[in-house]
DNA sequence: GTCCGTGTCGAAAACGTTATCGATAACGAT
DNA sequence: ATCGTTATCGATAACGTTTTCGACACGGAC
């Protein structure tokens, strides 16, 4: 039906009487074709509706203006990163192909590498990998990474202050008066999540409460890994006044699992979550959360990675602020529930 | 520094003592190779961290097992049919290539089949594209279209209901009380704003109120391009009590526009949007508006693709409902302002 | 000892493009 | 009339794959 074959540069080249070399001079502007020819050629051009294959050339060339934006999914981080990235790469004259895994294979650990090395060779002039496990390796086009396994190290990277943000997160849950805080973590092999731990760690220590190990539980930063956790904090005997989840998707899940379970925020279990993506102001009740500049960590890795392919030296590694947004999923603890309660 | 050439079949090849057309054959595992050589060879591919590329594979073979999304950028409306995309797509053995042209010149009109033609020489096996203006063509990859210029016709398209849901919004400001109900139109080149227009004026006529061409204006769905038309709108010597925007972009912006002007929402001016993205909830006051099952969009479209590709018949024209979402932004208008206000 | 099948492998073409470089024609200068 | 210069053009190699098909060796069967 609409598959009809593909009109190639030599079709061009043949309906106009001249070679394909021409075509392809006239088309990449080239010195050395009469105005005359180019004349013809682009009519024909037109008439045939050509486009240069991306593929062949790419295979061909070595630039191709595009850069790739490799993503794990879909998901609320990776979108608003991607509208920073889309965002910055307007105002250059580079494509933007995000690219995203969906084989089981493929989505296991190691999958950055291997896409980067499927479409690096060469369909994209540099990448910014999203969340990579593995960072090192040698890549042969510039890479930089956002939120990256190990931290800042080798590769290029742009991330936001989770140390803090987490720190400030806590602290606003003890300053209310929580003293039983349990805390949610994302996937244990990110150094986000390693570094959330260690602020809410510091911000107990700092407020005078000691550290629960019993109230500690990890999950994989969405929603279906944090399920059982959830449960286990939420019928705890001496159950926990006020919950800090690694990222939003963890909280949001949270105040659905406190629902179910006839809880109420904040009333009973005051949120806390992380990343603050729109989802989290949409939930029943608002999410108290961390702001992550997830737009603007987009664009920054952008205008890194422009400079790298443009030969410039500068910082590897740029972390950027997190501020708390308080909403309404956070308020004081209730007072310790009396055997029976009064109406 | 991290470039280092690409290892290539040939350097395996070498290294491994065998032909280039050996290694293919046990990288895709073909018949025809011993035990004992495959096994060699697998060793070598492990240890030189081989991948094939997916760019000189595209260019000779004809699957690639990928599918590409053509989305003008990465605004709220893409990025929620991309979920749904890719939320459908992780069932699948697909995997995701999303592609936004950024030069000037693609973003023109017909960047849609320049993109498509680039792209499909072949590096998708299929492609869906978000509101493309041009949509006849002859493409020879399966092509499924969303939220299209011309209607369904000739491509197989998703889309959803916009006159019903225009009609629904309108009523709603009507059933409010309200007489005099602006329209901001979107990009008048796509049939999705006509028929929210077409949607609009019946609801008028529906609810006996005469069609005032002074009270429409057309935007472009996004903020710029509504800046004018929303400033002429409110400053009319006759001021409308209510607007409907053709999407949510267009009436987040009214809300700001209004508010710079001094006129408070609702009570000066109601205003209803149109596609319920997930920023149509954070405005103050949150917005009114038709939601469309945009995630779902998305994962039927994906649906539609591979039926196409797997040579199904189906029906080609998918149109879902849409349903009106009351938020805060909607109010019955205030009584005729006296001269003199009281207090 | 010859013949034929079977199993294993490699040479080479093809995909669509771009870059290099040699060929040809036109033309002014001697 | 011959030569050198310039403008224009085309043949061809190359990019990294996959696929086709022929080559070859090794058996066993006669």
Not at 155 to 184: E, K
């Amino acid at each position: 039906m609409q598959t009809s074959a593909r009109v190639t540069i030599g079709d061009v080249a043949r309906t106009a009487g001249v070679s394909v070399a021409t075509v392809s001079k006239v088309i990449n502007e080239r010195y050395g074709v009469s105005a005359a020819t180019s004349a013809k050629v682009k009519a024909v051009v037109a008439e045939l509706g050509y486009e240069t294959s991306l593929v062949a050339r790419s295979l061909r060339g070595s630039r191709t203006n595009v850069i790739g934006v490799l993503v794990p999914g879909f998901e609320p981080f990776s979108t608003e990163l991607l509208k920073g990235i889309s965002d910055a790469v307007a105002e250059t004259d580079y494509e933007l192909l995000a690219y995203s895994p969906s084989t089981p294979s493929d989505r296991a650990v190691g999958w950055e590498h291997r896409s980067l090395a499927r479409l690096s060779g060469t369909l994209i002039d540099g990448a910014i990998m999203v969340t990579p496990t593995i960072v090192g390796a040698d890549t042969h086009v510039p890479v930089v990474a956002i939120d990256p396994h190990t931290g800042p190290q080798g590769l290029p990277t742009v991330d936001a202050d989770s140390a803090t943000g987490a720190f400030d997160a806590t602290t606003h849950l003890a300053g209310l008066g929580h003293r039983r805080i349990a805390y949610l973590g994302g996937r244990p092999d990110l150094e986000s999540a390693r570094l959330r731990e260690e602020g809410y760690r510091a911000a107990l220590e700092s407020a005078g409460i000691p550290f629960d190990p019993d109230l500690t539980r990890v999950g994989a930063y969405h929603a279906p890994t944090a399920d059982g956790p959830l449960h286990e904090l939420m019928t705890l005997a001496d159950r926990p006044t006020a919950l800090f989840a690694a990222n939003d998707l963890s909280a949001i899940r949270a105040v659905e699992v406190a629902r179910e379970l006839g809880l109420r925020v904040p009333e009973d279990l005051s949120i806390v979550g992380f990343d603050n993506v729109p989802e989290s102001a949409l939930v029943d009740p608002p999410l108290t959360t961390v702001q992550q500049p997830m737009h603007q960590m987009g664009a920054e890795a952008l205008r890194m990675l422009l400079d790298l392919l443009a030969g410039v030296e500068r910082d590897a590694h740029l972390r950027l602020p997190t501020s708390l947004v308080v909403r309404a999923s956070t308020a004081p603890p209730a007072p310790p529930a009396p055997p029976a309660p009064s109406l």
